[in-house]
Structures are given as C-alpha cells and as structure tokens.
Nanobody, 125 residues
Framework: VQLQASGGGLVQAGGSLRLSCAASGRTFSIDTTGWFRQAPGKEREFVSALTWNIVTTFYADSVKDRFVISRDNAKKTVYLQMNSLKPEDTAVYYC???????????????????WGQGTLVTVSS
C-alpha cells in the first residue's frame, strides 16, 4: 500500500489549505485514516482521524472547529480541509492508514500500519 500526500504549501495566517492523501496498491481495506503532524523539534502529534466502516471523526483540540476530515470512498482518498490557519499549525503533515483494527485508539500512532511521506505546511504570520 502506498500513500501519497499532497496539498501542502505556504499560506498566510487565516488562510486555508486542503491536504489530500491517496491510497493505492494491492487490494486492501481501510479501517481508519489519520492525519498527524510534526513541527521542528517536536514529537509527532495527532491531528484528525476518520473511521471508514462506521464513519466517526476525531480531532485534536487544537484544530477542532477549524479542520475538517473527509473521504472519497471510490478514490480511496482522504482530505483534510484546514481553515483559519495559524503559525502554530506549521509542520510536516503525515497521513496514515490502518488496514484493520489493532486495538489502539485512532489518536495513537500504533493504530496505523501505513504512512505517507509527509507534506509541509507553512503558515506565516
């Protein structure tokens, strides 16, 4: 399974970006798709997740009411619409896929078995 993340870039504070994560490869199922981010000098942190069978969304408190996660089943693509961006949102954003439920909370990196290469989001003040 390959994950291709795209949509990052440079934006001014208050602006918007939409990240995409397209999954491809051998036949596989998706249990959960997540977005994480890592800022320079910081640990990777959870941003948002979406479970596919019974659609449930999760958001970090820091992005709630600003970011929206969604999916396109046919394209096996998940999106992260990021609005009202702040300088503290600057990070490399990674998408991840859990092909089956492993018993971990979707906020936990251990829930996922495939990771994308990351896309850089820079928010200027």
């Amino acid at each position: 399974v390959q994950l291709q993340a795209s949509g990052g870039g440079l934006v001014q504070a208050g602006g918007s970006l939409r990240l995409s994560c397209a999954a491809s490869g051998r036949t596989f199922s998706i249990d959960t798709t997540g977005w994480f981010r890592q800022a320079p000098g910081k640990e990777r942190e959870f941003v948002s997740a979406l479970t596919w069978n019974i659609v449930t969304t999760f958001y970090a408190d820091s992005v709630k009411d600003r970011f929206v996660i969604s999916r396109d089943n046919a394209k096996k693509t998940v999106y992260l619409q990021m609005n009202s961006l702040k300088p503290e949102d600057t990070a490399v954003y990674y998408c991840a896929v859990a092909s089956f439920y492993k018993g971990y909370n979707p906020l936990d990196t251990r829930a996922y078995d495939f990771w994308g290469q990351g896309t850089l989001v820079t928010v200027s003040s």
